[in-house]
T-cell receptor
């Protein structure tokens, strides 16, 4: 157990639908990062939150949004889903001024 | 923007042998961190080893060690006494030492799939 909790582990949904992925960071970590890993691809940075505020955006589609709540858990919302959104979505947390990242086990999203 | 390149899509090593995975990166920064992550079939991302750019000494973690060549922007991973459990996808990653904007994100290479044979 890495200390970063992601739910659900698997999600199957239809095109056009909306889903929410949840992440609870490791205790004490203020930063949460979301990454997308498509089949046999590297990890693409989507967005970062630090202590409730959006800190940086990467290659995140306008159909996707995220937020971090006062208890530091984060949610990634994916809407108007397309087949190409099928991927493994990782959440990672870190201490802001540190340099170690701890990853959750990921949510595998399948859009049919 | 920083880029990370892993030029070996696949590598194979026999059990108990040594293998080296290559990684090069491009950056204009002088202070940064480099990482190797392992992704086994379970898809969990596991930190293997990290290197701080301002430290000349190469990092080691048990059977894993790196060869960090800052001037050449090279960061290779050496796995000694390879074990079946080492079979996985290995990703090299870069992180700036800055904490502003997107600087603190990890930039990953495309990975090297390591096969371990008997």
């Amino acid at each position: 157990d890495s200390g970063v909790t992601q739910t659900p582990k698997h999600l199957i949904t239809a095109t056009g639908q909306r889903v929410t992925l949840r992440c609870s960071p490791r205790s004490g970590d203020l930063s949460v990062y979301w990454y997308q890993q498509s089949l046999d691809q590297g990890l693409q940075f989507l967005i970062q939150y630090y202590n409730g505020e959006e800190r940086a955006k990467g290659n995140i589609l306008e159909r996707f949004s995220a937020q971090q709540f006062p208890d530091l858990h984060s949610e990634l919302n994916l809407s108007s889903l397309e087949l190409g959104d099928s991927a493994l979505y990782f959440c990672a947390s870190s201490v802001m001024k540190g340099n170690g990242y701890t990853f959750g086990s990921g949510t595998r999203l399948t859009v049919v | 923007a920083q880029t990370v390149t892993q030029s070996q899509p696949e590598m194979s090593v026999q059990e108990a042998e040594t293998v080296t995975l290559s990684c090069t990166y491009d950056t204009s920064e002088s202070d940064y961190y480099l990482f190797w992550y392992k992704q086994p079939p379970s898809r969990q991302m596991i930190l293997v080893i990290r290197q701080e750019a301002y430290k000349q000494q190469n990092a080691t973690e048990n059977r894993f060690s790196v060869n960090f060549q800052k001037a050449a922007k090279s960061f290779s991973l050496k796995i000694s006494d390879s074990q079946l459990g080492d079979a996985a996808m290995y990703f090299c990653a870069y992180r700036s030492a800055l904490n502003t904007g997107t600087a603190s994100k990890l930039t990953f290479g495309t990975g090297t799939r390591l096969q371990v044979t008997l």
